[in-house]
């Protein structure tokens, strides 16, 4: 991988690699991935989850003419939000520190098998725990906004 950092950017994307992101852009910053997943969606649109095992990190493209970056999921222990390596936090202190941010807009979910999602709708990123330990993060822009960073 060559991410210049793991630095999770709410709605703007991972290191430096932004959201809106051609797929040869995305293979350029962060290499070829272990695997390819093709998921159907409606209307023909397929969206492709690039997967990187060795640095826990998965990269979705969606788009029917041209695929663009528009999610990114980690589950890399080192990974930074906002400068604090947050795989470190329990629910309470990512809660503080996503209001102490600004993001106010949370609900909560109960997963299946101990597990649960921590949702900040105005991040659009969600935490996943499974018996209180934060597993995973999910974070990304809606496909068709017109405010995609620029890379």
Excluded: C
Aim: proline share 2%; no cysteine; charged share 30%.
């Amino acid at each position: 991988m060559k991410l210049i950092n793991n630095e999770i950017k709410i709605k703007q994307g991972y290191g430096s690699l932004l959201f809106g992101a051609t797929i040869d852009h995305a293979v350029n910053v962060l290499g070829h991935p272990s695997h390819i997943e093709e998921i159907d969606g409606l209307d023909d649109d397929t969206t492709m989850a690039y997967m990187y095992d060795n640095s826990y990190l998965v990269a979705f493209f969606e788009g029917i003419d041209k695929k663009v970056l528009t999610i990114m999921e980690t589950r890399d222990p080192d990974a930074t939000l906002f400068g604090k390596q947050v795989f470190r936090f329990n629910e309470i202190e990512i809660h503080q520190l996503m209001k102490d941010k600004g993001y106010q807009e949370l609900e909560t979910e109960i997963l299946i098998r101990d597990g649960k999602r921590m949702t900040f709708e105005d991040g659009n990123i969600d935490f996943y725990f499974e018996n209180d330990r934060l597993t995973s993060i999910n974070w990304g822009i809606m496909y068709g906004e017109e405010n995609f960073p620029s890379n």
